[in-house]
């Protein structure tokens, strides 16, 4: 029996109710062969095999499917597909039947066809274009670029991350704290401030919640962790920069030294990616051709990275942190010698860390301090921070800092605070890195860089 479009021409939009039927195309499966379905989805492909054959791809967010379409000539449903463009929206009614002519096995036999909305030809940018400069662009029509399934595939596993994140997290005992984004003074270097007017005064955008998650713990939370928005007036335009991004921070108390708290971020880690690997490995390796495996862990100090990346022909300013060349570098020597993809490098001179950061009481010159590299990327800076309130405060003197200004974090100090450390950690480079992306605007929804602020 032939089939037609239930619409006229004029009126082909969706009919009430039918949405509330529709399926993932997820769902449609070979055993599922004479069931029928609905499905809408953004259309990919349009082929014309004759007047009374046509086929569809459509897709959306939990895959694709082929639509057949046969009808006879004049037939209105062909007149229907003949309005479709690429990345048009479509709802449609069929049975689906089982074949071996499609990738999936099986294909829908469409008995009703809407069109929601025609999109308009030609297409502003062509998302299978990977130069620099198409990169560019396809940030300005982000929207469009996340259609494909590679970059959604980017964010699904980015959204289980997260939620593996915190199953963790919720096992270990820690408790999830949101703190204020806009502050009345700076959280880590006062160069990289974001500043607004704020009912007559000054405001400025949270560079990271360190001070408040500190703040947690002694108020006597003991293990707490944010994921949320952080903001860095970085000029930088490079690959792995951005002014706007999404830290993972976590604070634990009662520790006895920094190493504490890198044994958490291990078993964390560890258990992360042996989830990620269990839900995402096949898809993973299918279209990024990179396979997620079991972190190993390797750690070294400060001096012996910096003898390293020297002995590599990349001498270090002995007194500074190492470039992003020098840690990529080291990344790899590290992975050839060691079998270890995350280093953790230690004891960071205290020229180049904060304040709280506590030092060693026989080398004053050294903090008690980490940053953990993955394949070469710096992806967490964590430490133990200094909780003895006399100790803080001539710490912040020696860094030349307005005692007046931190006066209400000081106060934290001065009323019984636990030994405590924590680390920040970039959720987006992790997934970058992971997925062997080499740039962190394809691991961000919506980049945010001195020159970008729209979409």
Not at 436 to 442: G, S
């Amino acid at each position: 029996m032939e089939t037609t479009i239930k619409k006229s021409m004029k009126n082909n939009s969706p009919p009430d109710g039918i949405l509330g039927k529709r399926v993932s195309i997820s769902e449609v499966k070979p055993e599922n062969d004479g069931k029928e379905v609905v499905l809408g989805g953004y259309v990919d492909t349009i082929r014309n095999v004759s007047k009374s054959l046509r086929f569809l791809v459509i897709k959306d967010w939990t895959g694709d499917a082929q639509i057949t379409i046969k009808a006879a000539e004049g037939d209105p449903m062909m007149e229907t597909v003949g309005m479709l463009t690429p990345q048009s929206v479509v709802v449609v009614k069929g049975k689906v039947k089982k074949t071996p002519q499609t990738n999936r096995g099986v294909e829908v036999v469409a008995s009703e066809l809407y069109i929601s909305t025609v999109s308009e030809v030609p297409l502003p940018v062509d998302v299978t274009d990977e130069t620099e400069s198409a990169l560019n662009k396809k940030q300005d029509w982000r929207f469009l670029d996340l259609r494909s399934h590679r970059n959604q595939l980017i964010f699904l596993m980015s959204s289980d991350f997260e939620k593996f994140t915190r199953d963790f997290f919720a096992q270990e005992g820690l408790m999830e704290i949101h703190t204020p984004k806009l502050l009345g003074a700076a959280s880590e270097s006062g160069a990289e401030l974001f500043t607004l007017e704020y009912f007559g005064g000054k405001a400025y955008l949270a560079q990271s919640p360190q001070f408040y998650k500190q703040m947690a713990i002694i108020s006597g939370f003991e293990k707490v962790f944010e994921i949320g928005p952080v903001f860095r007036a970085n000029p930088s335009f490079t690959y792995r920069h951005d002014t706007e991004f999404t830290s993972l921070d976590v604070e634990l108390g009662f520790i006895n030294s920094y190493k504490d708290v890198m044994e958490f971020e291990k078993r964390w880690l560890t258990y992360t990616f042996g989830k990620m690997a269990e839900k995402w490995g096949e898809a993973a390796k299918k279209e990024f051709g990179v396979e997620i495996t079991a972190p190993v862990f390797a750690e070294i100090t400060m001096k012996e990275a910096q003898d390293i990346v020297e002995k590599l022909g990349m001498p270090p300013d002995r007194t500074s942190d190492l470039s992003s060349d020098q840690e990529k570098a080291l990344g790899k020597c590290i992975k050839e010698q060691r079998g270890a993809d995350f280093v953790f490098v230690t004891m960071f001179p205290s020229k180049v860390r904060p304040f709280y950061h506590m030092r060693p009481a026989d080398d004053q010159s050294m903090t008690y301090s980490f940053d953990l590299l993955y394949n070469g990327l710096e992806i967490t800076t964590g430490a133990q921070r200094e909780h003895r309130y006399e100790t803080l405060k001539k710490q912040a003197e020696e860094k030349g800092l307005s005692l007046k200004s931190i006066q209400f974090y000081l106060d934290f100090f001065r009323y019984g605070a636990p030994p405590h450390g924590g680390f920040g950690f970039g959720p987006t480079r992790t997934i970058m890195s992971m997925l062997r992306l080499d740039n962190v605007r394809k691991a961000t929804f919506l980049h945010r860089d001195p020159s970008r602020l729209f979409p």
